[in-house]
């Protein structure tokens, strides 16, 4: 998990260890869309891309939030790379964003032949007091959709 997030993007706080622990956090909360989200095939998702189908990734990242979060909680920013490396897998990148009442995230979903990962670029919350993570989580955690007990 990467960032580049300014330092204000997190109410202040400058510590890497903290931003590496809310992508922790953060890919944690979401980790079960990112399963639904690769259950398509990759070379459809790569043309797609490619071609700049990006009503196409909205709506397959739509129906694989739906089952877990709130309506609009995850979008498609309509931004998306694919980078071939020679000697690398091949790894997809789209812009996303997580909207919620009390925060928004900008995200980048990575999806690599190898792992798949995200890297917050922007975390915009409350801004009166510090960032706290296990506020953050609580927030990811409302986000989701209430389940009754199986």
């Known amino acids: 998990m990467m960032t580049d997030a300014p330092p204000s993007a997190l109410g202040g706080c400058a510590v890497p260890d903290v931003l590496a622990e809310a992508e ?3 890919a944690t909360a979401i980790r079960d ?7 398509l095939d990759g070379g459809i998702l790569i043309g797609w891309v490619q071609a700049g189908r990006h009503g ?19 979008a498609y920013a309509d ?11 091949l790894t997809v990148v789209l812009d996303m964003e997580f909207v919620t009442e009390p925060v928004t995230v900008f995200f980048k979903l990575i999806l ?31 986000a989701r959709l209430d389940r009754a007990p199986a």
């Open 24 to 26: 922790r956090v953060f």
């Open 112 to 142: 690599d032949g190898v792992y798949v990962g995200v890297a917050i670029q922007r975390i915009l919350a409350d801004q009166s007091r510090s960032f706290d993570l296990g506020g953050f989580a609580h927030a990811l955690n409302g």
């Open 33 to 39: 869309f990112i399963a639904e989200l690769c259950l």
């Open 79 to 89: 931004g998306a790379d694919v980078r071939f490396d020679w000697g690398r897998a």
């Open 56 to 74: 196409n990734i909205a709506d397959l990242v739509e129906s694989s939030a739906e089952p877990f979060f709130k309506e609009a909680t995850i």
